[in-house]
């Protein structure tokens, strides 16, 4: 396999206008899956139109919405302009989910810049009276970022939200259950945690530590996808807030991980990006994994 990884496709103008030509979707263009399980849309996440063409008649069990933390388009916008662009979508979102459904949004928090746009995007969501908060997860990256004048950071932040009353099936992680302790008294018996539950391994809680960050050696890496999210992680959110067969929504495909997810987990994804080449990465990396079997380029990418 070559070893011809390309640079930030986020940042690196020359490269974009190469490969913009080799691009199948122009903006507002969608992309059926010859399957008949996917749509990938080139498509704008805050534009009613544009997600009522993607939809139609079709309500998703799950979102899954990995936005730009304070990127529109590539251009810096100020947090009151991200928090006026973020009600947007995520009241579209609300009006395309079944009545029981969850939602799931990964959130920045600029530890330099008043942890922004976290807690003006949390304090927004109260706007929303469908959705319910339910759990703030925290996923640890193992490389992190920093000075020796500050802790490192090593986190990524995950807001999950409900509507209705929606199922949700409990996920377990590959860490053995060794520590003995939290006593508790069942049935007139005295029983530890190690006693209690259905599986030998630990139950994931609302701080990953087991997920690897996605970097160039893996298998699943997507070349030019800065801060490509773990297919681990999207699978354990699908896998505890959604069924076979039902359908996933993600306003921002990027890398196709969501997609490539839903393939696995046999769901059915509806995906959009505005930017054509990642529509374009995300068609290429489901027709990649279904060719080869393999979920990423490692070394390699996807216009090679």
């Keep these: ?93 609300g009006e395309y989910l079944a009545a029981d459904a969850s939602l799931y949004i990964w959130l920045g928090a600029d530890q330099n810049e008043h942890f922004q746009p976290l807690p003006d995007f949390m304090v927004m969501m109260r706007e929303f009276q469908e959705f319910q908060s339910r759990s ?21 932040e995950l807001l999950y939200y409900t509507k209705g009353h929606p199922a949700f099936e409990v996920q377990y992680t590959d860490i053995p259950k060794i520590l003995r302790g939290y006593y508790k008294e069942v049935n007139g018996q005295r029983t530890e945690n190690t006693e209690r539950g259905k599986s030998e391994n630990i139950r994931a809680s609302n701080v990953w530590v087991d997920i690897q960050q996605v970097f160039y050696r893996m298998a699943e890496n997507v070349s030019g996808c800065y801060a490509q999210k773990p297919l681990k992680a999207i699978e354990r959110i699908i896998a505890a807030s959604s069924s076979p067969n039902e359908l996933v929504l993600d306003f921002f495909a990027h890398s196709g991980t969501t ?5 696995q987990l046999g769901r059915s994804c509806f995906t959009i990006d505005i930017d054509p080449i990642f529509c374009e990465i995300t068609i290429r990396r489901l027709e990649h994994l279904r060719k080869t079997g393999q979920t990423g380029w490692q070394n390699s990418q996807p216009f090679e």
């Design 259 to 263: 997609l490539i997810a839903c393939e």
């Design 1 to 93: 396999m070559k070893n011809n990884p390309l640079p930030r496709l986020d940042s690196d103008q020359d490269v974009r206008e190469k490969l913009l030509p080799q691009c199948r979707l122009a903006p507002g263009e969608v992309w059926q899956d010859p399957e008949g399980r996917h749509r990938v849309g080139c498509l704008d996440a805050a534009c009613g139109e544009h997600i009522a063409e993607l939809m139609g008649t079709h309500r998703a069990r799950l979102a899954v919405h990995d936005p730009p933390y304070n990127l529109v388009v590539f251009e810096e916008r100020k947090v009151h302009e991200f928090i006026a662009w973020s009600k947007q979508w995520v009241a579209l979102t």
């Design 136 to 156: 703030f997860v925290t996923l640890r990256n193992q490389r992190g970022y920093g000075t020796q004048k500050n802790w490192m950071a090593v986190r990524q």
